[in-house]
């Protein structure tokens, strides 16, 4: 523990103290950190049947010799073939376009939730909460699971619409990009309502009450002051789900067409099924870059957060 | 109370009254600021404090808020560091001693009682850090409840209690581990006027009885000049004046102080003559004053004439008597107070001077309204001249 | 106001039935007699008693437990101490970088960080199995810990510290009987939060798993892609069960709604 109140300096620091950073910090630096530089340097790599898959590995004992000829070894053969193959290029887009839309929809539909959760009654409020939040706790896979099960040719979805006469024929809806959106919207609304709720919810009530006494309607007192008030939260939120969304497997593989791929699914099937590890590292790494963006903005948002701890 | 209760505090009395360790140059301080300062990103929140407290004294820093009386006592508790200067307690400069082994004790604004424990684990908290015999520890949380009156409510948690409540449990537990010097931060602003006053009383009374020294930081002017032995006022980082609440009052050493506690009338004006007597001044707003002997003040000099409100006399006629001080306006605006009027008289000149009279009479019997012509007239004794 | 009102709980009810009918779906289905979706045989239990005759279920069931244990814990412990960091520490030197890699984790796409544990643990030439899906999950989940305890700590009251400081309690032994048991409530937050994260993860999982160590949501998921099968439906709804079960404990023990606004909320900038 810090010998006195934090100013900042380190002056101060006890060796506790020290080590209340160092444990976590160390940890991170090994099991994240590190990876990526991995995943970097095979992106540079070559494949091979070996164990591992891939060359040149970089053996310790070989010196500065070794070392010379291990760059040497690294090539951007992999991201000319990334950049050449239509394949690649398609999973980004379309990831990218799923994303953006996904992102979208969930706006659409997360606001509104996440509005009427912040104007219900106070009392109602924690328990409404803990229902939104509820499925986010049990489990995504199973949450999918549960659609494919409404969404396949003959599940409950075609069912109802056979009985209400709506079609005469079940359509498909897994394999679509329509069930792909669904099943997002689905799983990601938690993220989009909370940050959403977290800031209406402390938004000052006699705001709106004062726009009223000068003069505005709802709607407009709505569009006015409620809408940009609560931008933080919505910004939050967009940008909670976006990023994940781009790389997601699991939804597109169980809902979506085995036409159109995510770079999600694309990376894993290099990976799993190709085994062709290099290549499945520079997909990585070129989705690490797409994300850049959107990345340091969310960096940003936290860092503003905790502001620096006081 | 009996004889020996009367005879007990008769020397209570006396022993107030004679208790003045400050003006005793033998006197060592219990503690001492020595050219501290403490700076916050940049801006200074103490400058160059340079104080003496004594044993057993109340000693109350008061000052408007962000002042700095509360950098100073944390300061003294040892929650922040002095950029510059030393702070010694008996003697020893404490400033390299982190919080918990200081033996001085803090009761926060906040009270910070410890909401998973209860009355009684709150107050044997800072016992149970001495390692004391469990036996002790019970005996001595007993007596202080009992001190405080709050032995049923032993077994409470805070959040059942109420807020003077709450703050007896504070005070008791700070008090609990008898330490050399009982810091207070504000620790009466969450209460209403009336629990106010009563708990001051009280705080003066277990201060006498257990003969400790407090000191507490205040924005509030009643209350400082009620309880406190001395009071240091304080603005903007420094100490401007330090003195018993009279002479605070009564001979302030600024206009800053002459303004900052109760109410005041300044009139700016130019020494004339200055003497042991008295001094000679010609203000604009007031014509030829005389006023308090001013040290230091030569012919020719800026000063200020001071004047509290209640030592202005108002009637409709000019003053017989000679040698007073005297002015004629009209009355602007009369405040009613329920004890006192004020009543606000515009001058001839132009300024003006605010005048407090105590209703010694009914309403319907007041003697001067609004639009009146009256005449203000006071001693020159009252009259305070100040240099800055 | 009443047209927004009405709104309101339309907009509340529809997002609510949207999140659980899903769900409800999927556990009615689970005691349907018959195999068939279309069909409605009855209630029934016999893919619940299938279940615990299928000795592959029952022992990914366990590891799963096993790892989602363990690196909860860990995590918790890991995750605990980032936040003291975070928030008790104000400018260290390489702060950005320790909060850059704390918030990475919450936002990565999973296939990044699995592919890229994976490739470490390849590189470090460690066996693959239980103990690499436990150092995958407990980083991953750690970061989540960290957000929900830090919240906590940002709204604790420090003046309860410092008055036991005041009172003659050195720092560490502060933290252990003042801050603790009043920031407990959080920890156990994070340690459920980071249990469920762990119970549920896929794609981690199947990246840095070996053999011997396959998980639920491994098992699951491959049968789910040989199609749907009524005994999922059952071992799904006992999951359910189990996390709602808890959830329910542990929102009536503690002030549950604002650990989790504050934990998700944390996320939103303020």
């Known amino acids: ?310 | 109370m009996g004889n020996a209760g009367a005879s007990n505090d008769q020397g209570r009395r006396n022993t107030r009254r004679t208790f003045a360790p400050w003006s005793d140059s033998a006197a060592r301080a219990l503690v001492r600021f020595d050219g501290v300062s403490k700076r916050f990103a940049g801006i200074a929140a103490v400058e160059g404090v340079s104080l003496d407290i004594f044993a057993g004294e109340f000693f109350a820093l008061l000052g408007p808020s962000g002042c700095g009386k509360t950098t100073l006592l944390r300061l003294l508790a040892g929650f922040e560091t002095p950029d510059q200067g030393r702070i010694l307690l008996d003697g020893e400069d404490i400033a390299r001693v982190p919080p918990y082994r200081r033996p001085v004790n803090m009761m926060f604004q906040s009270y910070a009682l410890f909401p998973h424990l209860t009355v009684e684990g709150n107050v044997a908290f800072g016992l149970k850090q001495e390692a004391l015999p469990k036996s002790e520890i019970a005996a001595r949380v007993e007596e202080m409840l009992a001190l405080v009156r709050l032995e049923s409510f032993a077994k409470r948690k805070p959040h059942q209690l109420s807020g003077g409540q709450r703050q007896r449990v504070a005070l008791a537990r700070s008090l609990v581990k008898r330490p050399r010097v009982l810091l207070l931060d504000e620790p009466l602003a969450a209460l209403d006027k009336k629990l106010r006053g009563e708990t001051q009383f009280e705080l003066m009374q277990l201060q006498e009885k257990l003969g400790l020294t407090f000191i507490i930081v205040t924005h509030d002017q009643q209350e400082a000049m009620t309880v406190a032995d001395r009071i240091g006022v304080m603005d903007h980082g420094r100490l401007i004046q330090v003195a018993t609440p009279t002479e605070i009052y009564e001979r302030p050493n600024s206009r800053w102080v002459a303004d900052f506690i109760g109410d005041i009338n300044l009139i700016e004006g130019r020494v004339v003559d200055a003497g042991a007597s008295g001094t000679g001044i010609a203000s604009t707003a007031a014509g030829q004053l005389r006023g308090l002997a001013c040290p230091g003040a030569t012919p020719g000099d800026t000063v200020w004439v001071a004047l509290r409100p209640e030592k202005i006399r108002i009637g409709r006629e000019p003053p017989s008597t000679a040698g007073e001080n005297c002015v004629t306006g009209q009355v602007e605006n009369i405040a009613y107070l329920g004890d006192l009027s004020i009543y606000k008289v515009r001058l001839d000149t132009g300024s003006v001077l605010k005048a407090a009279v105590a209703n010694v009479t009914r309403l319907v019997e007041r003697p001067f309204d609004w639009d009146d012509r009256v005449w203000l007239t006071w001693a020159p004794e009252a009259a305070m001249v100040l240099t800055r | 106001m009443r047209k927004s009102s009405w709104f309101n709980i339309g907009s509340v009810a529809l997002g609510l039935a949207f999140l659980y009918l899903p769900i409800v779906i999927l556990v009615i289905y689970s005691f349907n007699g018959s195999r068939l979706v279309t069909v409605w045989g009855g209630w029934s239990i016999r893919w619940y008693a299938e279940l615990l005759n299928d000795r592959a279920m029952l022992e990914s069931a366990w590891v799963t437990l096993r790892i989602a244990l363990l690196s909860a814990t860990a995590a918790t412990l890991l995750g605990t101490l980032a936040a003291i960091a975070l928030v008790r520490f104000g400018r260290f030197r390489g702060r950005t970088l320790f909060s850059g890699m704390i918030y990475a984790p919450l936002v990565m796409p999973e296939v990044i960080t699995g592919l890229s544990l994976l490739l470490l643990f390849v590189a470090i030439d460690i066996d693959r199995g239980f103990w690499t899906i436990t150092i995958a999950h407990t980083t991953l989940t750690a970061c989540f810990v960290t957000v929900v305890v830090q919240s906590r700590l940002l709204t604790f009251d420090t003046s309860l510290e410092e008055a036991a400081m005041d009172l003659g309690c050195p720092p560490l032994r502060t933290f252990l009987t003042v801050t603790l048991p009043l920031i407990a409530p959080a920890l156990a937050s994070g340690w459920m939060l980071a249990f469920t994260l762990s119970l549920d993860d896929l794609v981690i999982a199947s990246f840095t798993t070996g053999p011997g160590a396959t998980t639920l949501p491994i098992r699951i998921y491959s049968q789910i892609r040989l199609g749907v099968k009524p005994e999922i439906n059952a071992i799904c709804s006992i999951m359910i069960a189990i996390v709602a079960t808890g959830i329910a404990a542990a929102s009536l023990l503690t002030k549950f709604h604002d650990i989790g606004r504050d934990s998700v909320g944390a996320l939103a900038v303020k």
């Not at chain 1, 070996?50 to 004992?61: C, E, G, H, K, L």
């Not at chain 1, 950049?83 to 376009?97: G, P, T």
């Not at chain 1, 359509?171 to 919207?185: E, F, M, Q, R």
Request: aromatic share 14%; glycine share 6%.
């Open chain 1, 1 to 310: 523990m810090a010998a006195t109140v934090n100013e900042g300096g380190a002056r101060n620091r006890s060796w506790g103290a020290r080590l209340v950073v160092l444990v976590p910090y160390l940890w991170l630096i090994v099991f994240f950190l590190v990876p990526f530089l991995i995943v970097l340097k095979i992106s540079l790599s070559h494949t091979a049947i070996a164990q591992p898959p891939y060359t040149p590995v970089f053996d310790p004992a070989a010196g500065w010799e070794g070392l010379k000829a291990f760059v040497a070894a690294l090539s951007f053969e992999n991201y000319a073939f990334i950049a050449s193959d239509w394949l690649y290029l398609a999973s980004y887009l379309k990831s990218l376009e799923i994303a953006a839309c996904s992102t979208v929809l969930l706006l659409l539909i997360g606001f509104p939730l996440a509005y009427g959760i912040a104007r219900a009654p106070r009392r109602w409020q924690p328990a409404l909460f803990v229902l939104v939040v509820l499925p986010f706790w049990t489990s995504f896979l199973i949450r999918i699971y549960a659609w494919v099960n409404i969404l396949q040719r003959d599940g409950l979805l075609n069912q109802v619409l056979l009985a209400l006469r709506i079609v005469d024929e079940p359509p498909a809806w897994l394999s679509t990009d329509t069930a792909v959106y669904i099943g997002i919207v689905y799983s990601y609304l938690p993220f989009m309502v909370l940050p959403i709720y977290a800031t209406l919810e402390k938004m000052d009530e006699t705001l709106i009450e004062a726009a009223a006494d000068l003069g505005c309607p709802w709607w407009k007192a709505f569009w006015l002051v409620t809408l940009p008030l609560s931008l933080p939260g919505v910004i939050a939120g967009a940008v909670l789900c976006f990023i994940p969304i781009v790389g997601e497997f699991v939804i597109p593989d169980l809902l979506g067409s085995s036409q159109t791929l995510m770079i999600g699914q694309t990376l894993w099937t290099e990976f799993f099924a190709n085994k062709d590890w290099p290549v499945a590292s520079a997909v990585a790494v070129v989705l690490l870059c797409l994300l850049v963006v959107p990345l340091a903005f969310y960096q940003q948002m936290q860092a503003r957060y905790t502001s620096g701890g006081r």
